[in-house]
Protein backbone atom coordinates (compact mmCIF):
# COMPACT_ATOMS: atom_id res chain seq x y z
CA UNK A 1 0.00 0.00 0.00
CA UNK A 2 2.62 2.42 -1.00
CA UNK A 3 0.35 4.68 -3.05
CA UNK A 4 -2.69 5.35 -1.72
CA UNK A 5 -4.67 8.20 -1.48
CA UNK A 6 -4.18 8.60 2.89
CA UNK A 7 -0.34 7.79 1.75
CA UNK A 8 -0.10 10.44 -1.09
CA UNK A 9 -1.59 12.79 1.54
CA UNK A 10 1.26 11.66 3.76
CA UNK A 11 3.99 12.38 1.09
CA UNK A 12 2.61 15.96 0.28
CA UNK A 13 4.04 17.01 3.63
CA UNK A 14 7.27 16.48 2.81
CA UNK A 15 7.29 17.78 -0.89
CA UNK A 16 5.44 20.35 0.98
CA UNK A 17 8.67 21.47 2.84
CA UNK A 18 11.18 23.00 0.04
CA UNK A 19 7.71 25.12 -1.18
CA UNK A 20 7.59 26.91 2.27
CA UNK A 21 11.35 27.03 2.59
CA UNK A 22 11.07 28.61 -0.86
CA UNK A 23 8.64 30.74 -0.31
CA UNK A 24 10.71 33.33 1.86
CA UNK A 25 13.75 33.07 -0.99
CA UNK A 26 11.18 35.04 -3.56
CA UNK A 27 12.32 37.88 -4.38
CA UNK A 28 10.40 41.21 -2.62
CA UNK A 29 9.19 41.72 -6.68
CA UNK A 30 6.96 38.87 -6.62
CA UNK A 31 5.67 38.77 -3.04
CA UNK A 32 6.18 41.15 -0.60
CA UNK A 33 7.03 40.28 3.31
CA UNK A 34 3.70 40.21 4.82
CA UNK A 35 2.48 37.93 1.49
CA UNK A 36 5.23 35.58 1.91
CA UNK A 37 4.58 35.23 4.86
CA UNK A 38 0.66 34.41 4.16
CA UNK A 39 1.29 32.40 1.80
CA UNK A 40 3.90 30.38 4.07
CA UNK A 41 0.73 30.12 6.83
CA UNK A 42 -1.74 29.14 4.61
CA UNK A 43 0.64 26.42 3.23
CA UNK A 44 1.67 24.95 6.40
CA UNK A 45 -2.02 24.79 7.38
CA UNK A 46 -3.07 23.35 4.94
CA UNK A 47 -0.41 20.65 5.00
CA UNK A 48 -0.62 20.35 8.28
CA UNK A 49 -4.26 19.35 8.36
CA UNK A 50 -3.36 16.53 5.79
CA UNK A 51 -2.26 14.84 8.88
CA UNK A 52 -5.78 14.23 10.65
CA UNK A 53 -7.78 13.61 7.11
CA UNK A 54 -5.02 10.71 6.19
CA UNK A 55 -5.50 9.40 9.00
CA UNK A 56 -9.20 9.42 9.03
CA UNK A 57 -9.56 8.22 4.90
CA UNK A 58 -6.94 5.47 5.55
CA UNK A 59 -9.14 4.10 8.50
CA UNK A 60 -12.59 5.04 6.52
CA UNK A 61 -11.46 3.70 3.12
CA UNK A 62 -9.23 0.57 4.93
CA UNK A 63 -6.32 1.00 3.49
CA UNK A 64 -3.99 1.57 6.70
CA UNK A 65 -0.59 -0.21 6.55
CA UNK A 66 2.56 -0.82 8.36
CA UNK A 67 4.35 1.85 5.44
CA UNK A 68 1.66 4.78 5.82
CA UNK A 69 1.94 4.13 9.78
CA UNK A 70 5.78 4.70 9.48
CA UNK A 71 5.71 7.52 6.69
CA UNK A 72 3.20 9.61 9.22
CA UNK A 73 5.33 10.48 11.92
CA UNK A 74 8.31 10.91 9.75
CA UNK A 75 6.15 13.52 7.40
CA UNK A 76 4.96 15.49 10.44
CA UNK A 77 8.48 15.37 11.54
CA UNK A 78 10.37 16.85 8.73
CA UNK A 79 7.45 19.38 8.54
CA UNK A 80 7.85 20.80 12.01
CA UNK A 81 11.36 20.43 12.13
CA UNK A 82 11.89 21.72 9.11
CA UNK A 83 9.40 25.15 9.68
CA UNK A 84 11.20 25.67 13.50
CA UNK A 85 14.45 26.26 11.31
CA UNK A 86 12.82 28.64 8.79
CA UNK A 87 11.52 30.84 11.91
CA UNK A 88 14.95 30.45 13.40
CA UNK A 89 16.65 31.81 10.25
CA UNK A 90 14.08 34.60 10.16
CA UNK A 91 14.90 35.49 13.71
CA UNK A 92 11.12 34.48 15.35
CA UNK A 93 12.03 31.56 17.63
CA UNK A 94 14.70 30.67 19.16
CA UNK A 95 17.50 27.97 18.73
CA UNK A 96 17.50 26.94 22.01
CA UNK A 97 13.72 26.07 20.90
CA UNK A 98 14.79 24.17 17.94
CA UNK A 99 17.84 22.45 19.31
CA UNK A 100 15.09 21.03 22.06
CA UNK A 101 12.36 20.47 19.87
CA UNK A 102 14.43 18.33 16.96
CA UNK A 103 16.86 16.60 19.85
CA UNK A 104 13.34 15.14 21.53
CA UNK A 105 12.18 14.07 18.11
CA UNK A 106 15.45 12.24 17.25
CA UNK A 107 16.09 11.20 21.02
CA UNK A 108 12.20 9.62 20.93
CA UNK A 109 12.23 7.95 17.22
CA UNK A 110 15.59 6.33 18.15
CA UNK A 111 13.83 5.05 21.34
CA UNK A 112 10.71 3.98 19.90
CA UNK A 113 12.80 2.32 17.06
CA UNK A 114 14.48 0.51 19.91
CA UNK A 115 11.93 -0.36 22.17
CA UNK A 116 9.95 -1.89 18.91
CA UNK A 117 13.16 -3.81 17.55
CA UNK A 118 12.74 -5.72 21.34
CA UNK A 119 9.06 -5.86 21.15
CA UNK A 120 8.07 -3.33 23.72
CA UNK A 121 6.86 -0.27 21.47
CA UNK A 122 4.02 -0.43 24.05
CA UNK A 123 5.97 1.32 26.61
CA UNK A 124 6.90 4.50 24.65
CA UNK A 125 3.24 4.47 23.09
CA UNK A 126 2.01 7.91 22.42
CA UNK A 127 0.43 9.83 25.41
CA UNK A 128 -1.52 12.89 26.28
CA UNK A 129 1.60 15.16 26.57
CA UNK A 130 3.00 14.53 23.50
CA UNK A 131 -0.19 14.94 22.10
CA UNK A 132 -0.40 18.50 23.95
CA UNK A 133 2.91 18.72 22.56
CA UNK A 134 1.67 18.50 19.08
CA UNK A 135 -1.22 21.24 19.62
CA UNK A 136 1.15 23.58 20.94
CA UNK A 137 3.45 23.17 17.83
CA UNK A 138 0.95 22.81 15.39
CA UNK A 139 -0.52 26.65 16.46
CA UNK A 140 2.98 28.38 17.10
CA UNK A 141 4.34 27.78 14.21
CA UNK A 142 1.70 29.23 11.65
CA UNK A 143 1.20 31.81 14.41
CA UNK A 144 5.60 32.50 14.10
CA UNK A 145 4.65 31.97 10.45
CA UNK A 146 2.24 35.02 10.10
CA UNK A 147 3.98 37.03 11.71
CA UNK A 148 1.71 39.85 12.09
CA UNK A 149 -1.85 41.08 13.50
CA UNK A 150 -4.35 38.88 12.73
CA UNK A 151 -7.85 40.48 12.24
CA UNK A 152 -6.19 43.60 14.20
CA UNK A 153 -6.53 42.00 17.60
CA UNK A 154 -4.17 39.09 17.86
CA UNK A 155 -0.32 39.80 17.96
CA UNK A 156 0.43 36.49 16.63
CA UNK A 157 4.05 36.66 17.01
CA UNK A 158 3.48 37.23 21.17
CA UNK A 159 1.28 34.57 21.18
CA UNK A 160 3.35 32.46 18.90
CA UNK A 161 6.90 32.37 20.52
CA UNK A 162 4.45 32.19 24.27
CA UNK A 163 3.33 29.17 22.54
CA UNK A 164 6.42 27.82 21.00
CA UNK A 165 8.32 28.20 24.50
CA UNK A 166 4.91 25.85 25.84
CA UNK A 167 5.81 23.54 23.07
CA UNK A 168 9.60 23.27 24.12
CA UNK A 169 8.29 22.62 27.85
CA UNK A 170 5.82 19.75 27.05
CA UNK A 171 8.53 18.73 24.50
CA UNK A 172 10.79 18.07 27.64
CA UNK A 173 8.01 16.69 30.02
CA UNK A 174 7.11 14.24 26.74
CA UNK A 175 10.89 13.22 26.22
CA UNK A 176 11.13 12.79 30.27
CA UNK A 177 7.54 10.91 30.40
CA UNK A 178 8.82 8.53 27.40
CA UNK A 179 12.26 7.86 29.27
CA UNK A 180 10.95 6.61 32.42
CA UNK A 181 8.45 4.19 30.24
CA UNK A 182 11.42 2.73 28.59
CA UNK A 183 13.50 2.80 31.49
CA UNK A 184 13.05 -0.71 32.78
CA UNK A 185 13.53 -2.32 29.25
CA UNK A 186 16.67 -0.44 29.12
CA UNK A 187 17.76 -1.54 32.81
CA UNK A 188 16.66 -4.85 31.94
CA UNK A 189 18.89 -4.95 28.72
CA UNK A 190 21.73 -3.28 30.55
CA UNK A 191 22.53 -6.55 32.38
Not at 116 to 126: F, H, L, P, R
Request: with cysteine; aromatic share 12%.
Amino acid sequence: MFLTIPTIMTWTRIFAIPLIVGVFYLPDSLALPAEKNLIATVMFVVFAATDWLDGYLARKLNQTSSFGAFLDPVADKFLVCACVLVLVHLQRADVFVALIIIGREIAISALREWMAQIGASKSVAVHMIGKLKTVAQMVAIPFLLFDGPLFGLLDTRVFGVWLIWAAAVLTIWSMVYYLQKALPEIRARAR
